[in-house]
C-alpha cells in the first residue's frame, strides 16, 4: 500500500485528530431503513481445497442441478451443522430443564 505524502499526509492526519463531535454530518443523508440490508453480503469464508470421495448418485443429483454444485453440497454441508447444532442446544436445554425439576 502506497504511503501518503505531502498535501495529502497533513490532511490525513488532521482527519485523524479530528474528534466525532467535530465532524460534520450534514450533507450526508441519515440511513433509518434497513429492510433491504443483506447480513453478510460481502462475508467470504477462507476456502480450502480437498479430496473428497462421494457416491456416485449423490455426485450425480447435485451436478444435475447445474452450475454451481459444489456450492451447493457446501451449502448442504453448512445446514447440516446449522441444524445439528440447534439440536444439541434443544437436548441440552430439555436436560437442563429435567435436572431442574428432579432437584425440586
Known sequence: MLKATGRLARELENLRRMKDEEIDFSDIPEVTDWSKAVRGKFYRPLKQSLTLRLDADVLAWFKAQ???????????????????????????????????????
Open 66 to 104: 447445474g452450475k454451481g454444485y459444489q456450492t451447493r453440497i457446501n451449502a448442504t454441508l453448512r445446514e447440516a451443522i446449522a441444524c445439528q447444532i440447534r439440536n444439541q442446544a434443544a437436548k441440552r436445554a430439555r436436560l437442563g430443564s429435567r435436572r431442574a425439576a428432579s432437584a425440586v
